[in-house]
C-alpha cells in the first residue's frame, strides 16, 4: 500500500478538507494513474452530505477523472506508461453476470463497484474517489481518451457526457430526429452538444428564458420555454425523443404530451420520487418514460471516441482543491457553467 494526498469529508455536516488515504500496490491486471483533472458532480455533494442515506465516512469523492499512466501490471497490453485515460462512475463489476457480459456493467446484478464509498475488494473497507494525486485501478475500467481533446474539459464526460450519450444511443436517436433537452445544467448541455453532432434537430427546453442564448451557442436549434402554455401546445406531439435532465422531482405530464405517438422520455436526473403522471397522456399515444444511467465501459469508450471525432468536451469552470467547498455550494445553486473541474496539481501545494 501507499499513501496519498486527497481531499475528503469525515461526516455529513464536515467541510471537505486535507487528508492522506491509502491506495493499493498495482497487481498484474492494473493500472496506475496520476490524476491531472477531477470533476466534480452533484452525486459528489449528494455522497458527501450523505442525501441517499448510504454514506461512508471518510467520503472522498470524484468519478470523473483524467490522467496519465504512472505503471501497468504484468497483464496489461493496451494501455502503457504515459497514456492520457479516464477513469468513471466505476471500477470493477463482477464480469461473470447476464449485465457484465452483455456489456452495460453498471447493472451488474452483483452489483458494480463504484469509483467511490463502494465496498473495496482489495483493501477491505470502501472505496475513495478522484479527488486525490493517484488511484490504481483494474485494466478493464480504464478508458483511452483521445489526445486531440482538450483533457481538462474531457473530465466530465466520464459521467455527465455518458449520463447524456448512452439513452440517445440506446433509444436510437438519429439526423433529422426531433429531441428535446429537458434542463440546461451540466447534463443537458452535454444532450444538446450530443444530439447537435448526431444530426438531430435539437429544441432545449428550460423555463429559463435567460439560458436561450447560451443553448444555441451550444447546439441547439431552438428553445421552447416550457413555462409558456401556448407555445407547448403548438410543440404537442411532435417530438421524437426527450431527454429530461431535471435533477428534482416535477411535473412531467407536460413534458409527455410533447411526445410523439411510440416516442420516449427518458429521465437521467431525478433519483428520488416523482410527482404522479396522468396515466391517459402515456396511454393515449403509447408513450414511454424510461430511465437511465451512465452506460458500460464499452459503450463510455464509443462516447469518448465519438467526442474525439467531433471535438465535444465539456463547458468547464476550473478551481484548485482547496475551492472545492465552494465549489459544492455554487452546484448547488446552479452557479456554475456548467461542470466544475479540479486542477489536481493543487491538491500539491
Known sequence: MSKVKAYGAQASDAKLEAL????????????????????????????????WKNSKYPVVPGHE?????????KNVSN????????????VDSCQECDSCKEDPEQFCENGAT??????????????????????????????????????????????????????????NVKKGDKVGVIGLGGLGHM?????????????MITTSPSKSE???????????????????????????FLLNTVPVGHDMNPYVALLK????????????????VHGGGLIGGRKRIAGSVIGGIKETQEMLDFCGEHNIVSDIEMIDMQNINEAFDRVVKSDVKYRFVIDMKSLKN
Open 114 to 171: 463504484l469509483t467511490y464509498n463502494s465496498k473495496d475488494e482489495h483493501l477491505g473497507g470502501h472505496t475513495f474517489g478522484g479527488y486525490a494525486e493517484q488511484i490504481v485501478v483494474d485494466k478493464e475500467f480504464v478508458l483511452k481518451v483521445p489526445e486531440n481533446i482538450d483533457a481538462k474539459a474531457a473530465a466530465p464526460l466520464l459521467c455527465a457526457g455518458i449520463t447524456t450519450y448512452s439513452p440517445l444511443r440506446h433509444w
Open 214 to 240: 447560451d443553448a444555441k451557442k451550444l447546439g441547439a436549434d431552438e428553445v421552447l420555454i416550457s413555462k409558456n402554455e401556448e407555445d407547448m401546445k403548438k410543440q404537442a406531439g411532435t417530438f421524437d
Open 20 to 51: 492522506d488515504i491509502e491506495r493499493r500496490e498495482i497487481t498484474a491486471d492494473d493500472v496506475k494513474i496520476e490524476i491531472d483533472y477531477c470533476g466534480v458532480c452533484h452525486s459528489d455533494i449528494h455522497q458527501v452530505r450523505n442525501d
Open 261 to 276: 405517438r411510440d416516442a420516449t422520455m427518458v429521465l437521467v436526473g431525478a433519483i428520488e420520487p416523482l410527482d404522479p
Open 65 to 73: 477523472i483524467i490522467g496519465r499512466v504512472t505503471q501497468v501490471g
Open 79 to 90: 494501455f502503457k506508461e504515459g497514456d492520457l485515460v479516464g477513469v468513471g462512475c466505476m
Open 191 to 203: 444532450g444538446v452538444k450530443f444530439a447537435h453532432a448526431i444530426g438531430a434537430h435539437v429544441v
